[in-house]
């Protein structure tokens, strides 16, 4: 199944990400767990982050040099990825599933996925909703809370709107 939100107008688009990449992010605030930066090696995109009790974090943000949207997981129990070789990937917000691809990578040795969208639209789908899970053909690989996520990516907007 593609894609179900109607926020989405295409596919989603995968690339190899400088937000992956990033190391030299700039802090904004804190809102609830999430924090909130800018990447100067996008754009200044903004993004938020957390890290959650499984081990894996999580960026959500704003590419201004490719004019996307992405979402980035880590986890160093995600020993298995390939750096730069793409991953079918399957979303489920409360419930409901989106499927995608995710390019692997590697941020100071932690595995990770980097997932870009076509739609900044479909962050904020994300953020509308309670829990998220990611799976891999293999199953389950991350389930967090997405309480709180609307507030911080809504304060992501107000840093991209000042960068």
């Known amino acids: ?32 767990v999430w924090d909130v930066m800018w990447d100067p090696s996008l754009g200044d995109g903004c993004l938020i982050q957390s890290e959650f ?11 201004n040099i490719e004019g996307m949207g992405y979402l980035t997981a880590f986890n160093g129990a995600w020993g298995d990825i390939e750096e730069g070789a793409t991953y079918p990937v399957t ?5 409901e599933a989106y499927e995608g691809e995710a390019k692997g ?3 100071n040795g932690v595995p990770g996925a980097d997932i870009y969208f076509d739609s900044e639209d479909f ?4 953020a509308a909703r309670q829990t998220m899970d990611l799976a891999n ?15 911080a990516l809504e304060e ?3 840093c991209q709107d000042a960068e």
């Open 1 to 32: 199944m593609m894609f179900k939100t109607t926020m989405m107008t295409a596919a989603v688009a995968v690339l190899v990400s400088g937000a992956a990449q990033a190391q030299n992010l700039e802090s904004w605030g804190t809102v609830g």
């Open 53 to 63: 009790t499984d081990g894996s974090v999580v960026r959500i943000g704003f590419d």
């Open 91 to 95: 979303f489920t917000l409360d419930g």
């Open 105 to 107: 990578m590697y941020l």
């Open 123 to 126: 962050l904020f789908d994300i």
């Open 137 to 151: 053909s293999e199953g389950s690989v991350m389930t967090i809370d997405l309480t709180g996520t609307m507030a």
């Open 156 to 158: 992501a907007l107000i």
